[in-house]
């Protein structure tokens, strides 16, 4: 079970950043977003392919699509430089799976 | 609340063996979730290592199993991680977490520590 995410995104503050999460099975499964910044452990922004966990910026959302996940970021800041990994367990749901990781880069 | 912590060397030298230990606080390891480490190598994206369930079934990353071992250390309220021969290819950030529910969400990180395979 694999997640294709792109490698790299770049936007100027104030714009949208939309980052891509490709599923390569049919089989319906939650997807979740963390927000990695250097030298820092990752953190949740997006639970359950939609949901936000308490306490960030509601401009950060997830929508699902078929086996397409996005991360939407809205009205970018600087501070929403980082590194964004999608997640999901394996089809037995016995471990987690990553895609490789999107450089967001903000201009 | 559940807190993480990694501790274990800077460095180590190819073809040796990499020993890490996470210390919990907050919750008994045997209170629920798997408890195991994810890596991220320089330049590349996080890789499940391998965890420990609540009730001390193991599993690990195919690619890595024959070189892997977890377990719990529950008088030192730890968990632990031994890679033996290791190459540059192990070299990256590793994080011990806590994960779990039907789609294996990671729940809690460690702040992560560095490890270079380097002679």
């Known amino acids: 079970y694999e997640l294709t995410q792109p490698p790299s995104v770049s936007v100027s503050p104030g714009q949208t950043a939309t980052i891509t999460c490709s599923a390569d099975a049919l089989a319906k499964q939650y997807v979740f977003w963390y927000q990695q910044k250097p030298g820092q452990a990752p953190v949740s922004v997006i639970y359950k392919d939609t949901e936000r966990p308490s306490g960030i910026p509601e401009r950060f959302s997830g929508s699902s699509s078929g086996t397409t996940l996005t991360l939407t970021i809205s009205g970018v800041q600087p501070e929403d430089e980082a590194e964004y990994h999608c997640q999901s367990g394996d089809l037995s749901g016995t471990y987690p799976v990553f895609g490789g990781g999107t450089k967001l880069t903000v201009l | 609340q559940v807190k993480l912590q990694e501790s274990g060397p800077g460095l180590v030298k190819p073809s040796e063996t990499l020993f890490l230990n996470c210390a919990v606080s907050?919750?008994?390891?045997?209170?629920?979730?798997?408890w195991g480490w994810i890596r991220r190598p320089p330049g590349k994206g996080l890789e499940w290592i391998g965890g420990l369930s609540h009730s001390g079934t193991t599993n690990y990353n195919e690619s890595l199993k024959s070189r892997v071992t977890i377990w719990e250390e529950s008088s030192k309220r730890q968990f632990s991680l031994r890679l033996n021969s290791v190459t540059a290819a192990d070299t990256g950030v590793y994080f011990c977490?806590?994960?779990?529910?039907?789609?294996?969400?990671?729940?809690?990180w460690g702040q992560g520590t560095l490890v270079t395979v380097s002679s």
């Open positions: 907050g919750y008994a390891i045997s209170g629920g979730y798997y």
């Open positions: 977490v806590t994960y779990g529910g039907p789609w294996m969400a990671v729940n809690h």
